[in-house]
């Protein structure tokens, strides 16, 4: 929506990260930049400096024989801004920038909020026509009359013509940012238009859904315990919800995945709920409160809803609850050695192995393994462990016990007996 750019970099800084980011936007997008060179009333001030680093990005300004206009500026003390805005009005006429102020009003959504006292607040950039307090317009699945208008200080404004942004209040719901927007003849086909729109995005959400493909089950058996965290995003500014969306998307990984379902500005609705219900989602809210009949669904129906007021803490904490849908890792602990010293065998009772403990403390419950000649022979459970003709339920190292291994008897003079425990280690992202 963007004609022209004003790039401005301080005088007595250098070119900064977010400098280079907005110019590879401008370029990407084909627009025109012009270069003010702010504050250069402030001591160590150095425009050449700036003019220098732009050369380094491939940009030349006018001044060193370019193509791009630059002015210096002090925003401060108002030293060249007229000269700025003439450059302005040059680069304009070269582009030759016109609009028709007579016609019905068409522009771009720039944000869209739920405003707490007033409703849904549309900012909005005219870019073609008038649009006056009282038209009906159209903006995507939204429709409404204009109740409202005030410019960029707060004050209401009757119209706004063509380059002039305004936020409005009527519009039945929050369009999308970069969404067009159309003032409408008649209200009835704006409302017509609205709900076929809304049936079309609708079709469009069920068709776009993803289902499950072969390759795709495949590699869930493949990984075994994949799982999937359903999200309902509602928040109070258009710009909130999408980056708290595409933040929690970012979360998922190869076993745990977050799909998104619905996103939308404005309260959680009773809608929300039985969409959480049927897909089996959390919803987030982001700046706003369930309605009386939402909460009361949502009680009923189990559906857990968060609300957040900081868009960290919503992020952590699904990202907690990410990480308790992990399995945890397995690490398998030494507890203790044992060397087999002697033998016996004893009828209905099998081979009993008399051990010197070496290391660690041997348990009665201990998961064990029986190593000859360094190589695991078997795995399992002891059967009986003593101190002389005691039953034992610990033994100490250095002391002497007498072992049977679980359904296992061939236990030979020099085996080494190794006790273990599996301790289960929580998973982080």
């Given at each position: 929506?963007?004609?022209l750019?004003?790039?401005i970099?301080?005088?007595?800084?250098?070119?900064?990260?977010?400098?280079k980011?907005?110019?590879?936007?401008?370029?990407a997008a084909?627009?025109?930049?012009?270069?003010?060179?702010?504050?250069?009333?402030?001591?160590?001030?150095?425009?050449?400096?700036?003019?220098?680093?732009?050369?380094?990005?491939?940009?030349?300004v006018?001044?060193?024989?370019g193509?791009?206009?630059?002015?210096?500026?002090s925003?401060?003390?108002?030293i060249?801004?007229d000269?700025?805005?003439?450059?302005?009005?040059?680069?304009?006429?070269?582009?030759?920038?016109?609009?028709?102020?007579?016609?019905?009003?068409?522009?771009?959504?720039?944000?869209?909020?739920?405003?707490k006292?007033?409703?849904?607040?549309?900012?909005?950039?005219?870019?073609?026509?008038?649009?006056?307090?009282?038209?009906?317009?159209i903006s995507?699945?939204?429709y409404?009359r204009v109740?409202?208008?005030?410019?960029?200080?707060?004050?209401k404004?009757?119209?706004?013509?063509?380059?002039?942004?305004?936020?409005?209040?009527?519009?039945?719901?929050?369009?999308?940012?970069g969404?067009?927007?159309?003032?409408?003849?008649d209200?009835?086909?704006?409302?017509?238009?609205?709900?076929?729109?809304?049936?079309?995005?609708?079709?469009q959400?069920?068709?776009t859904?993803?289902?499950l493909?072969?390759?795709?089950?495949?590699?869930?058996i493949?990984?075994?315990?994949?799982?999937?965290?359903?999200?309902?995003?509602?928040?109070d500014?258009d710009?909130?919800?999408e980056?708290?969306?595409?933040s929690?998307?970012?979360?998922?990984?190869e076993?745990?995945?977050?799909?998104?379902?619905?996103?939308?500005?404005?309260?959680i609705?009773?809608?929300?709920?039985?969409?959480?219900?049927?897909?089996?989602?959390?919803?987030?809210?982001?700046?706003?409160?369930?309605?009386?009949?939402?909460?009361?669904?949502?009680?009923?129906?189990?559906?857990?809803?968060?609300?957040?007021?900081?868009?960290?803490?919503?992020?952590?904490?699904?990202?907690e609850?990410?990480?308790?849908m992990?399995?945890?890792e397995?690490?398998?602990?030494?507890?203790?050695t044992?060397?087999?010293?002697?033998?016996?065998?004893?009828?209905?009772?099998?081979?009993?192995?008399?051990c010197?403990?070496?290391?660690?403390?041997l348990?009665?419950?201990?998961?064990?393994?029986?190593?000859r000649?360094?190589?695991?022979?078997y795995?399992?459970?002891?059967?009986?462990?003593?101190r002389?003709?005691?039953?034992?339920?610990?033994?100490a190292a250095?002391?002497?016990?007498?072992?049977a291994l679980?359904r296992?008897?061939?236990?030979?003079?020099?085996?080494?007996?190794?006790?273990?425990?599996?301790?289960?280690?929580k998973?982080?992202?």
């Amino acid at each position: 929506m963007t004609d022209l750019a004003i790039i401005i970099v301080a005088a007595d800084d250098a070119v900064m990260p977010q400098t280079k980011e907005a110019i590879a936007h401008a370029q990407a997008a084909g627009v025109p930049m012009v270069f003010a060179i702010n504050k250069i009333d402030k001591p160590g001030a150095n425009p050449d400096t700036i003019r220098r680093q732009l050369s380094e990005m491939n940009i030349l300004v006018e001044d060193w024989g370019g193509k791009y206009q630059c002015q210096e500026i002090s925003a401060k003390k108002g030293i060249n801004v007229d000269k700025l805005l003439e450059k302005v009005l040059f680069e304009t006429d070269l582009l030759e920038l016109k609009a028709n102020p007579k016609k019905l009003g068409s522009g771009a959504v720039i944000e869209s909020s739920l405003d707490k006292g007033r409703g849904y607040l549309a900012t909005v950039l005219v870019q073609d026509g008038t649009m006056r307090v009282g038209d009906v317009i159209i903006s995507g699945s939204y429709y409404g009359r204009v109740k409202a208008m005030f410019n960029e200080r707060g004050q209401k404004v009757k119209e706004a013509g063509p380059s002039t942004p305004v936020s409005i209040l009527g519009l039945n719901g929050a369009p999308a940012a970069g969404e067009k927007f159309n003032v409408m003849t008649d209200e009835k086909e704006a409302k017509s238009i609205a709900n076929r729109r809304e049936q079309l995005i609708r079709i469009q959400g069920i068709k776009t859904q993803k289902h499950l493909t072969l390759e795709e089950i495949g590699r869930r058996i493949a990984i075994g315990n994949f799982k999937e965290l359903n999200v309902i995003v509602k928040g109070d500014v258009d710009g909130s919800v999408e980056a708290l969306s595409d933040s929690l998307i970012k979360l998922s990984t190869e076993e745990v995945r977050v799909n998104v379902i619905h996103k939308a500005v404005g309260a959680i609705s009773e809608s929300d709920v039985l969409l959480a219900e049927a897909s089996d989602a959390v919803i987030i809210g982001f700046q706003v409160r369930p309605s009386a009949e939402a909460r009361r669904a949502a009680e009923k129906e189990g559906i857990e809803i968060r609300l957040y007021s900081v868009i960290y803490d919503c992020i952590n904490e699904v990202k907690e609850g990410i990480e308790g849908m992990l399995e945890p890792e397995k690490k398998e602990e030494v507890t203790a050695t044992a060397e087999v010293k002697q033998t016996f065998k004893i009828s209905k009772v099998g081979t009993i192995a008399g051990c010197q403990v070496k290391e660690g403390k041997l348990t009665a419950k201990a998961q064990v393994r029986l190593i000859r000649d360094g190589i695991v022979v078997y795995t399992g459970a002891l059967a009986s462990l003593q101190r002389g003709k005691d039953d034992a339920k610990e033994v100490a190292a250095g002391f002497e016990c007498g072992c049977a291994l679980e359904r296992f008897n061939d236990i030979h003079i020099g085996d080494v007996i190794e006790a273990f425990t599996v301790v289960e280690i929580k998973r982080s992202l």
